[in-house]
């Protein structure tokens, strides 16, 4: 089952404006998880928040 005709898919697709992509304010997944694996098993700095000191 389809939601519309076939024969529209085309013109509907060419009617609709671009819009243009957004700039990325993170760095690319890839290179973000190669980053994280470099400093928590290659390094060996503990991740997630810091842990309480108790006093």
Sequence with gaps: MTH???QNAGIVR???PKVPAKERH???PR???R???YN??????PWGQPQ???R
Excluded at 40 to 45: A, D, E, N
């Design 4 to 6: 519309g005709r076939l």
């Design 14 to 16: 060419k009617k609709t």
């Design 26 to 28: 993170t760095p690319i």
């Design 31 to 33: 290179v973000s998880l």
């Design 35 to 37: 980053k994280k694996y």
């Design 40 to 45: 928590r098993f290659i390094k060996g700095k």
């Design 52 to 54: 309480k000191r108790r």
